[in-house]
């Protein structure tokens, strides 16, 4: 067997939210803006929230066209609907 097709059993889940990168992401587009001492784990919280949103919503999106696997195009109607929805 190649070395290429080995896949690996056991693949190491992170536990932790990237603190450095939210933190340095964040200062650098808003390199003014004072956040708390959590602030970067509620981004990403606020992060994984949307994705989750967006999982379900292609899952439904997917169900009613009767296919199997979530496309590109199940993806995108999501993303309009959930951004709809916040701003309105």
């Known amino acids: 067997m190649a070395l290429s097709t080995i896949v690996p059993q ?5 536990r ?5 990168f939210l933190k340095r992401a964040m200062k650098r587009q808003k390199p003014h803006l004072r956040l708390e001492t959590n602030g970067d784990l509620l ?3 606020n992060c994984l929230l949307f994705v989750h949103r967006l999982a379900e ?3 439904i999106n997917a169900c ?9 195009e199940h993806v995108l ?3 309009k609907v959930i951004l709809k929805k916040s701003r309105g």
């Open 16 to 20: 932790k939210a990237p603190r450095g």
């Open 77 to 79: 109607a999501a993303a």
């Open 43 to 45: 981004v990403h919280l």
């Open 57 to 59: 919503e292609s899952r």
């Open 64 to 72: 009613e066209s009767k296919c199997g696997t979530i496309k590109k």
């Open 10 to 14: 056991r693949k190491k889940i992170k």
